[in-house]
């Protein structure tokens, strides 16, 4: 089930809206105000695009064979990115079914579009960061850093540009919230505190003004 708000501040749902043949899991929102994409829990691994008007499905994006753990619109389009535990990532356009792009990698990876819609970064194996350029993706990355991992059975559950473009943050299954320079992939902070015993996919983001982290 999924819970419209009509205002934030309100904290009141303005309806719900029922998906019982395919579940739903993933939400993110478009640019257009009544559409969102989403990804299911139930039946395939298939994203799809929802009309809020009327709780209809505007488009499917098939591909994936397995569970889609992180889905990202970008920031000036519609194109958007979506990566599952098969292993890749997919670049889609919400305007056509078909796959626009696909990255086949050495593990699970997360990913996350610049403020510019311009790069997108991608991490993968939960030890790994790899900048591309949007546009000429096929040719690999422009950069890569590799992260220090101290605990075993650790997962990147999310990861986010800050609006600036300046920081990553990465958010990890340990409660941990890792903010890296965008440039130099250097670790900038490490931040603590969040208890998660049992390893949940948990997710954090940037205030506005990137001043501070939600989580």
């Keep these: 089930m ?26 993110r929102c478009t640019h257009s105000q009544n559409a969102v994409i989403c990804t299911s829990n139930k039946v395939d691994d298939t994203v799809r695009y929802l009309s809020l008007h009327d709780n209809k499905y505007l488009r499917y994006f098939p591909g994936h064979t397995k569970r889609v753990v992180s889905l990202q619109v970008s920031p000036v389009n519609d194109t958007f990115l979506s990566c599952s535990m098969d292993k890749t990532v997919r670049l889609w356009d919400l305007r056509s079914s078909s796959c626009q792009g696909i990255m086949h990698l050495n593990g699970q990876p997360v990913a996350a579009f610049d ?4 790069i997108f970064a991608t ?7 790899k900048l ?23 997962e990147w559950s999310s990861m986010k540009f800050s609006s600036d473009g300046k920081v990553i943050l990465v958010v990890a299954n340990t409660g941990q919230i890792i903010l890296l320079d965008a440039f130099s ?11 998660n015993l049992k390893r949940l996919r948990i997710e954090a ?9 939600l989580s």
């Design 132 to 154: 591309y350029d949007l546009k000429s993706f096929d040719k690999g990355p422009f950069a890569s850093f590799n992260m220090h991992q101290d605990m075993p059975g650790v």
């Design 205 to 213: 983001s940037f205030t506005p003004d990137s001043q501070f982290v």
């Design 185 to 195: 992939g250097n670790e900038l902070h490490r931040l603590t505190g969040v208890q």
């Design 2 to 27: 999924m819970y419209v708000y009509i205002h934030v501040s309100l904290c009141r749902p303005k309806r719900s809206l029922n998906s019982k043949k395919y579940g739903c899991d993933l939400v």
């Design 115 to 118: 403020p510019e819609g311009l």
């Design 123 to 129: 991490g993968i194996e939960s030890r790994m960061v």
